[in-house]
Structures are given as C-alpha cells and as structure tokens.
C-alpha cells in the first residue's frame, strides 16, 4: 500500500496486490489504520476505486466476519473475526519469551505478580503474566479479560486516546460497579483519566476486584499511541497506594525494557525490507 503522490486528494491509497485477496488485506489494512467507522463513500474517496468494486470487497469481507456495518447499516467497522485475529497475534508474539523474561525479571525485583496487557475492543486482555511465590494471590492467566473503566491497564489505554474516543467507546460498554470503589460515571472516569494523563500511571484500588490493588505504567512506543501496558497486582494486605507507587521506578524501568524489544523488531523489519 503505497502513497500515489499525483491523486488530487492526499489522504488516497492505492490498494496494491498481485490477487484479490491480496488487495482485500490491503483494504482491511486502510480501514485498521484509523479508529474510526468508515463509510463507502470515504473508502472510495481514499482509494480511488470505483462504488461497485468496493462494494463488492466490503460485502466479501463482511461476509467472513472480518468486516460489520454498524450504525445505520451504512458504516463499515472491524469484525469480530478480524479482531480474534488481532487478538491471536499479541498472544503468540514471536517475541513472547523476550517478553516474559522482563515480566519474570520484574516479579524477581519486587516479588508480586505481574502482567502485559493490551486493549481489543472495549476489553483489555492479559498478554502474559507471571505469579508471585507468594501464598495469598489472585490467579488471572494469559487471555483473561478485565473492563477497561476499572482496571488501571484500561485507565492507562483510555488516556491515550481523544475525547471523543473515550466517550464513543464507554457510551457502548455497561459501566458495571464491580465494588463499591468502581466509577460507573462517565463524570467520574473523565476525571481520573486527566489525573493519569497527568501522573503518567493508573491505579486499581480495588475497583475491580476486593482486596485487589494494581498498578499500571505504558509501554511506550516509538509509532505512536502503544497498545501494552505493564503492570503489578497485589493483595491490598501486603500492597497499598503509597507502596505501590513506590514500585513505579521497577514498572517504568520493565516497560522501557518492552519497548526495546519491539523498537529491536521494527529494526530487523525495516533491515529485511
């Protein structure tokens, strides 16, 4: 997919392959690219195909659950399969034991359990973890699912994004009060947002889980907004507030580790091309 320079319209894409499928992907790519809904006209004006063709490629990729109309039946947005498969990918990283080392590493320094995340939807989902020796713990695997408006990681990835991100994305997921600490007001949540866009870390202060104390830093990325955060859990009876902003240093220190494990990736890759 490349820029075509000599299209009046900047923002134009050719969808280039050397097979159908091959330029279906390369669609899916310009809808992935932003987070938005896309209507047909848009799509047309982006690429320069013509009504019917695209069309036709929308139908064939809503038809395989990688692609859905939402809305107003008229807005094209990502399938369920295409996000399962999104999904898979974070899970099964090529770089997953690059990974799991800095996590082991982390919970060797400060002896409580630790996770990857990312966020998939209105979800954030556990990449890998590794739990603490110590007795009392909470056991949360790889592909468990936590909400985003009371877990720190899903405070982290909601600060990243715009305003009318956040509310397009909390306006459709039920705000359920898991405890009675858990903000269901979009008030409530917009505020702690500004607070971690400020602090530069979250906090789960059991809003999620009682007796359950986490917190969250990102991992940053040098390609934009970054979709992994680490961060720590514990029993509040061995972790509070204060302690837990303690072990920030060791978060950011293993979330800088992470990121040059995916800035060594995107170097091999641009060496490769």
């Known amino acids: 997919m490349k820029v075509v320079n000599t299209d009046p319209k900047p923002d134009a894409v050719e969808l280039n392959g050397d097979t159908p499928t091959m330029r279906l992907f390369a669609l899916l790519e310009v809808i992935a690219a932003k987070d938005q809904r896309h209507a047909l006209q848009d799509l047309v004006e982006q690429t320069g195909l013509p009504k019917p063709t695209l069309h036709r490629m929308l139908q064939q990729l809503e038809s395989a659950g990688l692609l859905r109309r939402e ?81 720190a990681s899903g405070k982290i990835f909601l600060a990243q994004m715009t305003p009318a991100q956040r509310r397009r994305l909390l306006a459709n997921v039920p705000l359920e009060a898991y405890t009675p600490k858990t903000l269901t007001e979009l008030e409530q949540i917009e505020r702690e947002v500004q607070r971690v866009r400020k602090d530069g870390f979250a906090l789960d202060d059991e809003e999620f889980l009682p007796g359950l104390l986490c ?40 979330a800088q580790a992470l990121a040059r494990i995916d800035a060594d990736e995107d170097t091999e890759r641009r060496a490769q091309a």
């Open 71 to 151: 809305g107003d039946s008229r807005l094209y947005g990502i399938g369920t399969r295409l996000r399962r498969l999104a999904e898979n990918l974070l899970l099964n990283d090529s770089h997953h034991g690059a990974r799991h080392a800095v996590l082991r590493h982390l919970v060797e320094e400060i002896g409580e359990s630790c996770n990857l995340t990312a966020l998939t939807g209105s979800e954030v989902v556990y990449l890998d973890r590794v739990e603490t020796a110590a007795p009392l713990r909470f056991y949360l695997h790889p592909g468990s699912r936590v909400p985003v408006h009371c877990s």
């Open 215 to 254: 917190i969250a830093a990102l991992v940053p990325s040098e390609n934009g907004p970054s979709n992994l955060c680490v961060a720590v859990q514990a029993p509040v009876m061995r972790l509070d507030v204060e302690k837990a902003k303690q072990l920030l240093p060791a978060l950011q220190r293993a």
